[in-house]
């Protein structure tokens, strides 16, 4: 008998892969975490039934919340990340050899020890001496930051969970305080189809705080409608004048200098809900 793992997005959508092994189950403090070997997907991570990564396609979503906003910033030498207990966004902006100092900044320990039990790759990140790791709500830690970062990754899972305040005005303001004047904040902001209302919601807080506000996409098989979006912001800072130059020899399988314009290009039914009053 085969044993599946299903997602329910809606009533009338779900996602099914099949299960080859459980390899680990527990209710943390803050969620319900599960490890599971899939069969065509690797092993996956998965917080309060949704999955957060698979060793299959994690590079999609771990190189685009990250060099996007890198190579944004003309000099990024000290950059948070809230959230991001599974290390892979952490391993990309680590590649920016003008990286001097990353802090991350998770609310679990149990994440970081499940993901270094059972993805020993990514866990090897933990012991780059450039990572600084904080056990902590990413919600208390920002308030206390002062023009600290020049560029800021919201790694978060998506808003239910340790995670809601993460998606809300207050901690949107904080990061602004936290970055530097020239600093870059970029943010995971959802599905396009499946959570239009909290895309077109960052967009607007962020707008409200920062110049230059852009929404960009990737396409990630795992996540549901595999569309998948990011909002990065900044008061000085827009990918339109970035120097690609950087992006030489980063090392990824997704992410492309041609790729880094193409992929603000937004399709007509995302800039319609985007812009409609
Ligand atoms: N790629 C993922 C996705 O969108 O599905 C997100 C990756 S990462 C695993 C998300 C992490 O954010 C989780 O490990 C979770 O524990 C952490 N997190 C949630 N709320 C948080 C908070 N308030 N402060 C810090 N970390 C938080």
Excluded at 84 to 91: F, I, N, Q, V, Y
Excluded at 98 to 122: T, W
Excluded at 138 to 162: A, C, H, T
Aim: charged share 25%; glycine share 6%.
């Amino acid at each position: 008998m085969s044993i599946w793992y299903v997602e329910e997005e809606t009533p009338g959508y779900r996602l099914h892969w099949k299960v080859k092994k459980v390899l680990y189950e527990q209710q943390t403090k803050y969620q319900r975490l599960q490890v599971l070997e899939l069969e065509d997907y690797g092993r996956a991570l998965i917080l309060d039934s949704a999955i957060q990564i698979t060793e299959k396609d994690e590079f999609i979503y771990n190189e685009m919340i990250s060099h996007i906003p890198l190579l944004t910033h003309p000099s990024p030498k000290r950059v948070l990340i809230i959230g991001g207990g599974d290390g892979g966004a952490a391993r990309e902006v680590l590649k920016h050899k003008e990286v001097e100092e990353v802090h991350l900044v998770e609310i679990d320990r149990d994440v970081i020890d499940a993901v270094c039990k059972f993805f020993p790759e990514s866990a090897s990140v933990f012991d780059n001496p450039r990572l600084k790791l904080f056990i902590q709500d990413g919600l208390e830690f920002i308030k206390s930051q002062k023009e600290e970062y020049d560029v800021i990754i919201v790694d978060s899972s998506d808003p239910i969970g340790p995670a809601v305040q993460l998606f809300e005005y207050q901690f949107y303001s904080d990061c602004f305080k936290a970055l530097k004047p020239e600093g870059v904040l970029n943010v995971q902001s959802g599905s396009p189809f499946y959570n239009k209302d909290v895309m077109k919601r960052v967009r607007n807080l962020l707008r409200s705080l920062f110049k230059y506000v852009n929404p960009y996409l990737a396409c990630i098989p795992t996540y549901p409608s595999g569309l998948w979006s990011f909002t990065m912001a900044s008061n000085a800072y827009q990918y339109l004048t970035a120097d690609l130059s950087r992006a030489n020899g980063l090392n990824t399988r997704y992410f492309t200098s041609d790729l880094f314009h193409a992929c603000f290009v937004l399709p007509g039914f995302i800039n319609d809900f985007l812009n409609a009053v």
